[in-house]
């Protein structure tokens, strides 16, 4: 398990002018193994459900309960931390990655960022590589 003082100490300038800490949308749902993990709470996921099945794989888990379900998300695929304000999302991504997840990312922190990708042709786009992707299998 690596420590937090660790993992603070590698965040140096090169690492964050990098980027390596965040994952546009569009790269999160270029890989196709990736998981937009959603961490905002029941109350806002009962309001606006984030479904994205034509994407990537969606994984709802509040902020409150990642400690008793951390074990859900995966450590061998990109994960895409997602909370509306931003604040949740860097909570929970220094907690994984001080957990050892190492492909663990911090997702944008507003809705427009997700709304865009279901455009009607951006939409069309996603089923129809979906659909070729499961005709390749």
């Not at 961490?39 to 806002?44: I, K, L, N, T």
């Not at 309001?47 to 008793?68: G, N, T």
Request: hydrophobic content about 40%; overall charge neutral.
């Amino acid at each position: 398990m690596d420590d937090l003082d660790g993992i603070l100490k590698s965040m140096t300038f090169d690492f964050f002018g990098s980027g390596k800490h965040k994952i546009e949308m569009d790269a999160l749902l270029a890989e196709k193994e990736a998981v937009f993990l959603d961490v905002r709470s029941r109350q806002e996921w009962e309001s606006l459900q984030i479904r994205l099945e034509y994407h990537v794989r969606v994984l709802w888990i509040p902020i409150d309960e990642i400690p008793e379900r951390h074990n859900e998300i995966p450590r061998d695929r990109t994960v895409g931390v997602f909370c509306s304000s931003g604040s949740r999302s860097v909570m929970v991504y220094l907690y994984l990655r001080s957990l050892g997840y190492e492909k663990v990312r911090i997702a944008p922190s507003h809705y427009d960022a997700i709304t865009s990708l279901l455009l009607p042709g951006k939409l069309h786009k996603a089923i129809a590589m979906r659909k070729t992707e499961k005709e390749k299998e």
